[in-house]
Structures are given as structure tokens and as C-alpha cells.
């Protein structure tokens, strides 16, 4: 069984719409990464969080240690962030989440 | 311009061939680590390495050796491919802090195909 547990698996929005992609993890954890991957396979860092809330533009990240989950955030979504985003619990030894593959339809 | 690099990018070989594919940043991170991702079992490291001479290992580590002799060069070392690794492989590094977590910069990946 996978340690970190991510939902859903595939979602599909109206432009505009805000969009929550969850991240659960079942091992105790010093930091969280949101990373998305766009088709043609680059990966790109979104956040790194250990605690709270992270903005950046349009996306907003949260955590809460205690109760191991953590959520991502995408407020007026747009077809630009179709892709596929990834959770990964830990900072040295990473555990990745099988991901969210996330369409934006105009 | 900051950033992690990987060679070759598209490699096929045949069973039994060493190689080595290579990754190398110019931001000075102490923290490099390799992935590989594969379809329905999304990514999973393999080795990590905390700095020059300290490595462990990831998730799965089986048929793949590293070495970390230069901080910035963190090279993934395949002694005898199978098909079985076939996969596409990242490398990713990041500056180590004490008390403070900082982001992961991916390579570009390398697409490995076994025979």
C-alpha cells in the first residue's frame, strides 16, 4: 500500500472553476512537495511546505502535521494548468504519491 | 542560468551493457537524489545523497549504484541493464537546511530503454 495517498485521481474542470487536489501520507514527515508535470514529462517544484500555507499566484497550498494531509489549491483554473500533480512526503527519503492528472476545459 | 542537467536524454540499450547516466547542477545544492518513473507506479527514488561522499538509499535501490565524489556531478551507474529498468529517470537536487525545507530542481529526464 502506497504511504502517500492522493485524490482524486483524474479531474476534469470548467475554465474558472477552483480546483482542491488532497494528499494523505501515513509516515511521520519534515516537509511535503506539490510538484506538477506537464505532458512531455518536465517537473517542476510548486511548493515545499513543513508547516501552514503557501501561496504563489493562483495556487495555495496547505498542511496539517498532525492530521497528515495536505491540500492543493487552484483558484480561477485555466486550460495552462492541465497536467499532472504530484505530492511527495519527506525531505531526504522522498515518497511520491501516484498523482492527479488534472484537465482544464475552456 | 540555474539549473540540473542529465545525459544522455533518450538512451536504448541491450541487456548486460553498462552505463551511466550522468547529472550535474551549477547551484552549488548539497542535496542530490534520482527518481525513476514508470507508468502506474508513478516515481519512486532510488538513491539520495546528503553531500560529497554521503549517499543512501531510496525505494529502490536494487541494480543501481551511485557515487557523489564532486558536489555538483551526482552520476546513476547501471552495471548490467535489464528490462525491467526500463523507465524514465530524473535527477533532482536542492540545498540542505537545518530547520528549513527547500524546493527540489528537477533535470529534464532521461528515457532508458532496455532490450
Known amino acids: 500500500k502506497n504511504e502517500v495517498e492522493q485524490s482524486p485521481q483524474n479531474l476534469t474542470a470548467q475554465e474558472g472553476e477552483f480546483i482542491t487536489i488532497n494528499c494523505s501520507y501515513s509516515?511521520?514527515?519534515?516537509?511535503l512537495h506539490w510538484l506538477q508535470q506537464h505532458p512531455g514529462g518536465g517537473i517542476v517544484s510548486l511548493f515545499m511546505?513543513?508547516?501552514g500555507k503557501k501561496k504563489h499566484g493562483r495556487l495555495i497550498a496547505t498542511i496539517n502535521i498532525q492530521e497528515k494531509h495536505s491540500s492543493l489549491h487552484i483558484t480561477a483554473s485555466h486550460p495552462r494548468d492541465s497536467a499532472v500533480y504530484i505530492c511527495?512526503?519527506?525531505?531526504?527519503?522522498?515518497?511520491f504519491g501516484t498523482g492527479t492528472k488534472l484537465q482544464v476545459i475552456p | 542560468e540555474a539549473q540540473v542537467t542529465q545525459n544522455p536524454r533518450y538512451l536504448i540499450t541491450v541487456t548486460g551493457k553498462k552505463l551511466t547516466v550522468t547529472c550535474s547542477q551549477n547551484?552549488?545544492?548539497?542535496?542530490m537524489s534520482w527518481y525513476r518513473q514508470d507508468p502506474g507506479l508513478g516515481l519512486r527514488q532510488i538513491y539520495y545523497?546528503?553531500?560529497?561522499?554521503?549517499?543512501d538509499k531510496g525505494d529502490v535501490p536494487e541494480g543501481y549504484k551511485v557515487s557523489r565524489k564532486e558536489k555538483r556531478n551526482f552520476p546513476l551507474i547501471l552495471e548490467s541493464p535489464s528490462p525491467n529498468q526500463t523507465s524514465l529517470y530524473f535527477c533532482?537536487?536542492?540545498?540542505?537546511?537545518?530547520?528549513?525545507?527547500?524546493?527540489?530542481?528537477f533535470g529534464p529526464g532521461t528515457r532508458l530503454t532496455v532490450t
Open positions: 509516515v511521520g514527515i519534515s516537509a
Open positions: 511527495a512526503a519527506g525531505y531526504q527519503k522522498v515518497t
Open positions: 547551484m552549488n545544492h548539497e542535496y
Open positions: 533532482a537536487s536542492s540545498l540542505k537546511g537545518t530547520g528549513v525545507v527547500y524546493e527540489q530542481y
Open positions: 511546505l513543513s508547516s
Open positions: 545523497s546528503m553531500n560529497v561522499e554521503v549517499t
